[in-house]
């Protein structure tokens, strides 16, 4: 049978739907187009309204389109709100327990012809093992950790995810190690929140994983997906400082730039605290680049709270910022904040962050003009080869197809945006 894979929302669900296509391709099934398939399965995304009514309308769109098929909506929307598929003829629902089953489901359907919900309490699950081997040779991704507790007011990915838990580290090295064996260059490890791996295990941390895993021979590079500043602790510092695996480029979420919307976002620093840190990595790693997220329009944001977010942004000089406008999210405790921004508002603001972000990327691109970088070609087109450094600069080069997944070293020409020109 043939089957079609629709992910929603984060790099998380990505790897996810990887894993699901995995265990599909080697139980037999074979990977289709959209049009060709006999198994449609939706894995859902819920971080906004806009998330469930986007994840709702795929499931409806596949259902009416593809009758008769095998349909399958799996993942955070699922796991919360269920019941917004009553009525739909979905043939298997599950939340963001089982993935790794999903065949057993599946032949389980194709045998009674029975509608499945298996929807478990999250809150009770421990860590659900995956892993990957079918990445290209360029990046690989490791998922370490799943679920969130710093129920942040405007959102409900804790309820979507559960609580922290980690992957076995003994099982993290040998997945690495596995991966630098079949000559993956790059590592990344991701999460829901990342850097809280090992808080539901004993006498272990985010940064204990770290120290184990530069030591592994034949790794390049370890990227980390996301990290919240709080655990920049100085035994993080401490491997930043010893080990160059570990890659020129940290994104961590800002959110805002006003302590008073940090309060509101029940987000665990302050702005104080956000710059000492980012001070801390650059006495470091002078020329890391640190990227970041931001949510404008969030309920009190008034137009000098969102000035005080701009001139935090500058003062930091982040080298990009994804900018998202505040989407309430029901069952979140910013639903009951007053003073709420109108969406004119948040455009106006999404679009002027954005224009900063783009400012300060450029200023950041040409620190590099003249000099000699290394950097991993991942594309070939028209005759050029085009890669990332470690601090995730875009470098264009003459090349060849025979240069792919081979470190080069360039020196920098010029910039056309969004690439640096390297010879």
Do not use: W
Not at 17 to 26: A, F, G, Q, R
Not at 54 to 71: A, D, E, H, M, W
Not at 349 to 366: A, D, G, H, Q, W
């Amino acid at each position: 049978m043939k089957f079609y894979i629709y992910t929603l929302g984060c790099k998380v669900n990505a790897y996810e739907s990887n894993v699901i296509k995995d265990k599909l391709i080697n139980n037999g099934y074979i990977k289709s187009n959209e049009n060709d398939a006999d198994i449609y399965i939706i894995n859902t995304c819920t971080v906004t309204n806009t998330s469930d009514n986007k994840s709702l309308k795929t499931i409806r769109r596949v259902v009416n389109k593809y009758k008769n098929k095998i349909v399958v909506a799996v993942g955070c929307m699922t796991q919360v709100n269920y019941s917004l598929l009553k009525g739909i003829n979905v043939s298997i629902i599950l939340g963001n327990s089982g993935k790794s089953k999903i065949v057993e489901y599946i032949e389980e359907f194709k045998k009674n012809k029975k509608p499945i919900i298996k929807v478990d309490n999250i809150m009770d699950k421990g860590f659900e093992d995956m892993c990957l081997n079918n990445f290209d040779k360029t990046r690989a991704f490791v998922k370490i950790e799943d679920g969130c507790e710093n129920y942040c007011s405007y959102c409900i990915i804790p309820y979507a995810r559960g609580k922290v838990r980690s992957k076995d580290p003994k099982v993290v090295i040998e997945e690495i190690k596995s991966l630098v064996k079949c000559g993956h260059k790059e590592v990344v490890l991701t999460g829901i929140h990342t850097g809280h791996y090992g808080a539901d295990l004993k006498d272990y941390s985010f940064s204990k994983l770290l120290k184990e895993i530069v030591k592994i021979k034949g790794l390049k590079r370890l990227r980390i997906s996301s990290i919240e500043i709080t655990e920049l602790d100085d035994e993080f510092m401490e491997v930043l400082k010893n080990s160059k695996v570990l890659v020129d480029h940290m994104h961590i979420p800002l959110q805002s730039g006003s302590d008073k919307i940090l309060k509101l976002m029940n987000r665990k620093y302050d702005k104080k605290y956000f710059i000492e840190r980012i001070e801390k990595l650059r006495s470091i790693r002078p020329l890391i680049s640190i990227t970041t997220d931001v949510i404008v329009g969030f309920p009190g944001e008034d137009e000098s709270l969102f000035k005080e977010t701009i001139e935090t942004i500058k003062k930091i000089k982040f080298s990009k910022i994804h900018v998202f406008p505040f989407s309430l999210r029901k069952g979140t405790k910013a639903e009951d904040l007053d003073n709420k921004v109108d969406d004119v508002t948040k455009k106006n603001r999404v679009k002027e962050l954005i224009n900063i972000s783009k400012n300060l990327e450029i200023e950041y691109f040409n620190k590099f003009i003249n000099k000699t970088v290394e950097f991993l070609p991942e594309v070939y087109k028209d005759g050029f080869i085009i890669g990332h450094t470690g601090n995730y600069l875009q470098i264009k080069s003459v090349g060849t197809i025979k240069d792919l997944n081979t470190f080069k070293t360039v020196k920098i020409e010029k910039l056309e945006y969004p690439y640096l020109i390297g010879k």
